[in-house]
């Protein structure tokens, strides 16, 4: 295991729920941290940008106030995901409010986050970066971040297409830091699963749009339960990079899932918080190919607590065979 100290144990099962554009708000972060596993959330998603203060404020006081109140239980840190794009003209003022309050996490995409990790070390906090491939993975590295999340073939959002078995072990030969696997996975045995093939972390994003706290319509965690990897669609025509969508959705929309012509990666666009693609992203839903395991919406209590029993049972069973 490669676990920074501030995770060091401060996790129920090794698990963090992806930041996920609209969906993840206070309400499903909380829910995470409370029930054992990190939290996280874009900053893009608090707006106005004002807003991002007050959702920072309330986060870092009610895990605190929980932590008094329960210290028996473990309350895990959350985290903040933050788009370095040169069209996100919030950067400098989001990365100011995770400074503000050191805010324990901070995951990156898209750009190598220079500036970031140097602002989050400044704290003592880390960084996180995502990557679809080794190039990518190398020039975080080159940055300085303390992880690097693999964004396997079969993750919901702007996913890869590598296989996490290459992927995850060609970051490996090069990184001693924490590595973090996304893709495909909604069950507690995939964590183990992750953490046996040289993760350290596991990355889940669909299995929690599918809880009771996700700020996601009913109809779209309905669409999870009834879908299955089949009905995953891959294609860049919604943001201009590839990303994995429910085929029912795009059905919704007026599109054939079957013949969607292609985008263009100049059209991806972040700034005033990427009110561009709002009508994209509230009409188009992203998912990974694991909704074919997932098929209910409990609370996120009852899933992790699930998912822990899932996981122990997982390492009981490897460990007597």
Known sequence: MSLPASLEGQLRIPV???????????????????????????ALNARPESMLDEWLARISEELVAYQSANPGLTVAPFAVNQIVHQSNNRLQHDVEMCV?????????????????VAAVHGYGGVVFHDVINIRHARKAIDQGVDGIITVCAGAGGHAGT??????????REIFDGTIILSGSMSRGNDALAAQAMGADLAYLGTRFIATREANAPSAYKEMIVDSAAADIVYTNLFTG???????????NAGLDPDDL?????????????????????????GAGQGVGTIDDIPSVADL?????????????????S
């Open 261 to 285: 012509p292609e985008g263009e990666l100049r059209t991806m666009n972040f700034g005033g918080g990427g009110s561009t693609k709002a009508k994209a992203w509230r009409d188009i839903w």
């Open 16 to 42: 963090i729920g992806a930041p996920m554009f609209i969906v993840s708000g206070p309400e499903l972060v909380l829910a995470q941290c409370k029930a054992g596993i990190v939290g996280a959330f874009p």
């Open 241 to 251: 990079v590839h990303g994995s969508y429910l085929k029912g959705s795009i059905v």
């Open 100 to 116: 503000k309050y050191q805010v324990p996490i901070v995951i990156t995409s898209l750009r190598p986050p220079a500036e970031v």
């Open 304 to 320: 992790v607590e699930r998912m822990e029993a899932e996981y122990r049972d997982a390492a009981t069973r490897l460990c007597a």
């Open 162 to 171: 590598t296989s996490p078995f290459a992927l995850v072990k060609e970051v």
